[in-house]
């Protein structure tokens, strides 16, 4: 089953037909706010991600990356800096180690220049995205997302 990710003016809007959806004054504000139904909470004064509706986030005190989503807890590398594993689902990497290409069963495919993932396909007919994993996917994609662009910040 293939899903699609939907963009508009450069933000991810759609995931196979759950909305993400952004404050009122987008233009300024690109971080997102709501996953479906799901209202997205932050740290306050802070991008930092802590809570996807009703399931918490924690990260590690000085470092930032998870240590755990709701019941589920968070693996990382060796020296911590990839993440490796969000509860059931274990994440897999393309050769360099930059993008996510896989999210447990689900496989991502990105646009030509490597930026953007454009398509999802899940293994098996009649399968869906479940809650879970579409709640994986999304805090994954959006790890990386500030990820990418923490180090865009560096160098310049």
Request: aromatic share 12%; charged share 25%; net charge positive.
């Amino acid at each position: 089953m293939d899903i699609e990710l939907t963009y508009r003016r450069g933000l991810l809007r759609d995931i196979g037909g759950v909305p993400v959806t952004y404050g009122k004054r987008e233009w300024l504000d690109t971080t997102p706010r709501a996953l479906g139904p799901w209202p997205l909470e932050y740290q306050r004064f802070s991008s930092t991600l802590s809570a996807v509706g009703s399931v918490g986030i924690t990260y590690r005190r000085w470092s930032g990356l998870p240590t755990s989503v709701g019941q589920w807890s968070c693996e990382h590398s060796r020296f911590g800096g990839t993440l490796r594993r969000i509860g059931p689902y274990a994440l897999r990497y393309d050769h360099l180690g930059n993008r996510v290409r896989a999210v447990g069963p689900l496989e991502i495919f990105y646009d030509r220049g490597g930026s953007r993932p454009i398509r999802l396909r899940l293994d098996g007919e009649g399968e869906s995205l479940s809650d879970d994993l579409l709640l994986a996917l999304f805090l994954v994609l959006f790890w990386q997302k500030q990820s990418w662009e923490a180090s865009a910040r560096a160098r310049s």
